[in-house]
């Protein structure tokens, strides 16, 4: 586990090798983002059109669960193998769903057990490429650049954000949803070339403490157990499951069914989720230049907190301007926390645990996404979908105040 001394300085960035690594790394993993974004709103959407709202939240959290369920695995698969090998397996295999189910979706019309498979095929695969995809930069950069390579990678997460969702919303609206999927075949094939080019620091350089012998099951909740042991990274998965449970639900089926109840169109909908991506990105490349070590764990919980009434707002936009705006501002306290968070969590983390421990990340920000879907589907069936937004910026102000009581997150720092 790192100490927690004086904030560092940021160190200067790595030679014209590393950096080019860097951005073979960052290419794969934002065009992999791009295309979940379009995959998700194109599921979303389609199964809104064909089901009920609790239906449609219902298949979306379907195809979350598997991911949940299997992430901790494929984390100790992505330390047992290696990130970079396991990331392009998976990448692989999303290539294949992707083109597989859009040439079904040309040749037949879409059903809702269609969907449901396709939601639970992909939603496995990405158990295994999430934390494989995201513990590469402790394999392709020295430790004293992490935090620096964290806070681009979140750069590059919400760029994909604003990619995304207009992208899936063009060809939702203009061509459908088989043409979507497909799309997503030559995204796929971006991010596995750029992968593949991508090149990990020696072996040797990594201190493993796990013996051979060791099970990937037993690895898998080693992980976790390891997370949940230290004060810290124990504290930051508790926070940001419950910030979390807060955005994913809303900004996925809550924003679908507000949009409809508003009569707005698809692509409507993706310019709020393009201006949400598009604030979170303007505040995580500040942080890219600006100093937040030693504040890091409070501006993190302050910024949550922030994101709590804006979020609230777009419930109450009269127009999808008005919720675009409203998102921009929620997306630029979000991408402060989200920034902060990532980076502490990974340089507190033993490298050698890597794999794991983004695994044990990503099962607090997608475990509970199938529960957010669904409930957010039920509460704007029994009430409103403008009620999905309000319960959820309650739930961020909530999330946000209580980490800022425990001194154990307000005093974290990189």
């Known amino acids: 586990m790192r100490p927690q001394g004086p904030s560092p300085s940021i160190p200067d960035q790595p030679n014209a090798a590393g950096s080019l690594n860097i951005a073979r790394w960052l290419t794969g993993f934002g065009l992999g983002l791009v295309g979940d974004q379009v995959f998700y709103l194109a599921l979303a959407w389609t199964a809104a059109q064909m089901t009920s709202p609790t239906m449609a939240g219902l298949i979306v959290g379907i195809g979350a669960a598997p991911r949940a369920a299997f992430l901790l695995f494929g984390g100790a ?109 030559v995204l796929f094939t971006g991010s596995c070339t750029a992968l593949y080019f991508t090149r990990e620091l020696p072996q ?41 449970s807060a955005y994913t639900g809303p900004f996925t089926t809550g924003l679908t069914l507000l949009a409809r109840e508003s009569h707005w169109q698809a692509s409507e909908a993706g310019t709020i989720l393009a201006f949400f991506g598009g604030g979170a990105c303007i505040s995580a490349l500040g942080l890219t230049v600006l100093k937040a070590g030693s504040r890091a764990g409070t501006l993190s919980l302050v910024s949550i907190v922030a994101t709590g009434p804006a979020v609230a707002a777009i419930a109450l936009s009269a127009s999808h301007v008005q919720a675009a705006l409203s998102a921009s501002v929620a997306g630029i306290f979000s991408g402060i926390s989200a920034t902060l968070l990532v980076a502490l969590f990974l340089t507190r983390a033993d490298p050698s645990r890597a794999g794991r421990v983004m695994a044990a990340l990503n099962l607090a920000t997608l475990g509970a996404a199938p529960a957010s879907y669904f409930f957010s589907g039920l509460i704007a069936s029994s009430f409103s979908p403008a009620a999905v937004f309000m319960i959820a910026g309650a739930l961020l102000c909530f999330s946000g105040v209580l980490g800022l009581i425990s001194p154990t997150m307000r005093n974290q720092r990189f």
Do not use: C, K
């Open 204 to 244: 040797e350089n990594l201190d493993d403490n796990d013996p051979a012998e060791v099970g990937l099951v037993q690895e898998a909740w080693q992980g976790i157990r390891y997370a949940l042991s230290d004060p810290g990274l124990r504290a930051m998965l508790i926070l940001i499951t419950i910030a979390e």
């Open 77 to 185: 698969v992505s330390d047992r193998f290696g990130p970079r090998p396991v990331a392009l397996v998976s990448d692989a295999a999303r290539l294949l769903t992707m083109l597989a189910f859009g040439t079904l979706a040309i040749t037949s019309a879409g059903t809702v057990p269609a969907l449901i498979i396709l939601a639970l095929v992909f939603g496995f695969i990405d158990a295994f490429f999430l934390p494989a995809v995201g513990a590469l930069p402790t394999r392709i950069v020295a430790q004293e650049h992490l935090a620096r390579a964290q806070a681009i990678r979140s750069a590059v997460q919400r760029i994909s954000t604003v990619v995304g969702p207009p992208l899936g919303g063009y060809l939702l609206s203009t061509f459908g949803f088989a043409t979507a999927i497909l799309a997503n075949v």
